[in-house]
């Protein structure tokens, strides 16, 4: 745990025996394979059926347009991913619990970078804790049941981004989805703005609401219909608000 950054519905696994993960069959058995040797034989595995607030999360970069690769215009400002979190208090808590599941005691963390990372664990083992602050020093032993890979109801009036990040709780599945949204949108105000130089300073607090279904529209599925829908029959959204209109508890969203 140390040197890395676990929250509440993940952490990083090394198996006993390296032959234990051949016994897996999926068909992302490939994509996991390379996840395996790029991490040095670990790697983070998601709990199954959790889904807890988002202590550090970016969008992933877009590529720009064909035309435009490798041009810039110095009024322009560029764009970061950056690293999105929602409210602390309700995310921390859910990795302390996680973490209290494998006699984890106590954690300090460290910042840097523009991210956030445990820099020391205590771990209590019967009567005697143990102190690691090295990556990769502290294998504490836990099980994992799977049998396949994924590739990797409250209305809401919202003013600002902040407003998710830093006071509002959000369903996790929501907020990655308004995270890349914002991002695709301002990247296109800024290619725009490059293709026809003009000044472009983004505004992090602009969550584009009214557009979120032009190209986010996946398939859900409702339990309690035992059918697949698309994600905008339970998701109401308008240019100041968002709402679920179905239970999470009756939503299995898919990877």
């Known amino acids: 745990m140390a040197g890395y950054s676990p929250d509440g519905d993940s952490l990083m696994f090394e198996a006993s025996s390296a032959k234990q993960w051949d016994k897996i069959q999926s068909e992302y058995q490939d994509v ?7 991490s040095n034989v670990s790697v983070q595995l998601r709990l199954q059926g959790i889904d807890a607030l988002e202590t550090h999360y970016s969008a992933m970069p877009i590529p720009p347009p064909a035309e435009l690769r490798g041009k810039s215009f110095e009024k322009a400002e560029k764009l970061s ?3 999105f ?12 619990d996680l973490l209290d599941l494998f006699g984890v005691e106590s954690i300090s963390w460290k910042s840097g970078f523009g991210r956030r990372w ?3 664990v205590v771990v209590k083992q019967g009567s005697r804790r143990f102190t690691y602050g ?17 590739r990797s109801g409250k209305g809401l009036s919202l003013e600002g981004l902040s407003q998710l990040t830093d ?19 301002q990247m296109e105000g800024y290619w725009d703005a490059v293709a026809n130089k003009k000044s472009y300073t983004a505004d992090p607090e602009e969550l584009f609401l009214d557009t979120f279904f032009d190209d986010t529209n996946p398939y859900i599925f409702l339990i309690d219909e035992r059918d697949f829908v698309r994600l905008d029959s339970i998701v109401q959204v308008t240019k100041t608000s968002l709402k679920m209109k179905a239970h999470p508890g009756n939503v299995v969203f898919l990877s």
């Open 85 to 96: 979190r929602q409210p602390a208090a309700y995310g921390d808590a859910a990795v302390n």
């Open 32 to 38: 996991f394979q390379q996840k395996l040797e790029e």
């Open 118 to 120: 445990i820099n020391e």
């Open 134 to 150: 090295t990556k990769n020093e502290d294998r504490l032993e836990g099980y994992v049941v799977v049998n396949d890979f994924d």
């Open 81 to 83: 991913p950056g690293h």
């Open 167 to 185: 006071e509002d709780l959000l369903f996790p599945y929501l907020f990655r989805r308004l995270v890349k949204h914002q991002f695709q949108r």
